[in-house]
């Protein structure tokens, strides 16, 4: 045979006849409730078709993770080049930059032209708070340069 006719003969369906859509009938009991029969038995496993995903106090198992991950509540207090201090709330798992990011719309300072500095040291943008092991209480304080504006 050649490749044209294998083809041709590949493209035509042999197996068995297809059935119109629709909803499939069988005696089980859920079907029988819904068509007005006896209700359906309750699951053999106290009626809980699957495990809840929330706990007692109403949180599920990804709260806990994030909550876990986001570390301990920190409060931040920063130390403006005119003197004025800034409180930002946020968490050890949190990074520099999302403290900068808040710091900036408080302030409305173009986030680009801040930098935190604790201890003397700068804070460089990728490191959680997690990475600074001089942060041992839930208040810390830091001070904010902030570089001259390019459009004056």
Do not use: W
């Not at 520099?96 to 700068?122: C, H, N, P, S, W």
């Amino acid at each position: 045979a050649s490749l044209a006719q294998a083809s041709s003969r590949s493209a035509h369906y042999s197996g068995p006849p297809c059935t119109p859509a629709g909803p499939r009938r069988s005696a089980s009991a859920p079907h029988r409730a819904m068509e007005g029969g006896a209700p359906a038995p309750p699951p053999a496993d106290g009626g809980m078709a699957f495990p809840s995903q929330y706990d007692e106090s109403g949180t599920t198992s990804f709260d806990r993770v994030e909550a876990e991950l986001r570390g301990a509540a920190l409060k931040i207090f920063c130390e403006m080049p005119d003197g004025s201090v800034q409180e930002i709330e946020c968490n050890m798992g949190h990074d520099v930059v999302y403290a900068k990011g808040q710091l900036a719309r408080k302030t409305e300072i173009e986030f680009g032209r801040m930098k935190l500095y604790m201890d003397g040291k700068l804070m460089f943008d990728p490191l959680s708070f997690n990475d600074f092991p001089s942060i041992t209480s839930s208040e810390i304080r830091v001070q904010v340069t902030v570089d001259p504006d390019d459009e004056s």
